[in-house]
């Protein structure tokens, strides 16, 4: 049974979207033009009128299609600001994996921060990770001998073997 890969119209996750495509193109060997066929087939609205203002030339490479619908689409296009309101109020969702609130904690932080390196930027995600789980979880994870030293992506670690092993989650 083949899955279709759904189209894009400017809304949603351009990222996700791009991704599933490339992946789809790699499974059906597709490469070059016939890849960036492939991407542009998949697109409607908006996300075509991206695709149709490139040159001839740019209509036959992938990369320069994703380029173009990154700039346009990628919810961090948003301002800094609103990057920064949406952290200040992101919670964890209630059937949200620890490792994807991570992800999109650090995407955030990436938005809100670009100039600041790898480093600076995981140290802020942490931040707002904690923030962003459960108050227990909270106390759970600051009590943990390396919590000093730890990562975002050690914590959401120890936020999901914690929620295996405790029955107060």
């Known amino acids: 049974m083949e899955t279709k890969t759904k189209t894009f119209d400017g809304t949603g996750d351009v990222k996700a979207f791009i991704e599933k495509v490339s992946i789809h193109s ?12 492939n991407l542009a087939s998949k697109l409607e609205g908006r996300a075509f009128d991206v ?18 619908l990154m700039k346009e689409f990628e919810c961090g ?8 309101l949406e952290l200040g109020k992101r919670v964890r969702s209630p059937n949200e994996s620890a490792q994807t609130f991570a992800y999109k904690i650090i995407e955030l932080v990436k938005l809100a921060y670009p100039a600041f390196d790898v480093n600076t930027q995981k140290t802020i995600a942490k ?11 909270q106390i759970a994870l600051k009590s943990l001998p390396c919590f000093i030293e730890a990562d975002i992506d050690k914590l959401a670690k120890e936020t999901r073997d914690n929620e295996i092993t405790s029955s107060w989650y």
């Open 77 to 84: 296009n948003l301002d800094r600001e609103t990057a920064i």
């Open 127 to 137: 931040d707002y990770f904690l923030r962003g789980v459960h108050p227990k979880m």
């Open 26 to 37: 790699a499974l059906k060997g597709y490469d070059g033009e016939k890849a960036a066929q």
């Open 51 to 68: 695709y149709m203002r490139l040159s001839a030339a740019d209509k036959k490479k992938a990369k320069k299609i994703q380029s173009e």
